[in-house]
């Protein structure tokens, strides 16, 4: 079964059509855009229907679009594309679903630096890092102060990976989302709608570390 070449919503229907590569028309109802919703919106335990093999395209189309405009799913993905595997396919989603309900759209990832500046700015921050950790052999008096600057070093490279994370093309669209989810709840909201990341590692402490 082939993954169809070409989907398009009619402004004037409530109809989705496609083009299979065989180059046959077929239409799809709003019947089998309801049946997809539904069969990704249960939860990921819930029973999985057996689809008759001849309504298999009809049903695979659906789901694979909805699930591409939900962002579940990437275009580079082998899933929904075998009936056998149908069962499997769909319980991933609808984990899927569930763990980025609250996820930010792809599209937020362009208000952040690309994966070149942020993976630039993580190996400084290692370094720095490093440098902790050299110190705290010569002064032992300072424990306390570079146990705590090396906690807020950990926190930045989170927050800083998780936008490298984001900003890699080389990841399918979930996992960038999911790594999305995760800045937001690092930063806050104001700070994530603004765009706004704090600096690669703490330079508060750096007068007190000469």
Known sequence: VRIPAAFSYPKSHHILHFST?????NAMSATSCALAAALLAAAPDAPVPLIDAGDWPVVQAALWSLAIERELLDPREERLVRLEQFAADLTVLRRR???????????????????????????????YRRNLEARRAMDRDRTGFIHDAGREADHLYQIWDAVR?????????????????????????????????PPPVPLWRFADLR
Do not use: C, M, W
């Open 97 to 127: 679903s569930q763990e980025l309900k609250d996820a930010p759209p792809l599209g937020d990832a362009r208000r952040f630096p690309d994966k070149s500046t942020s993976a630039d700015l993580l190996g400084f921050n290692r370094a």
């Open 165 to 197: 994370e984001a900003r890699s093309d080389i990841y399918y669209i979930p996992v960038r989302r999911a790594a999305l989810k995760k800045l937001h709840d690092l930063i806050g909201d104001a700070a994530y709608q603004a765009g706004q990341l």
């Open 21 to 25: 590569g065989y180059g046959l028309g």
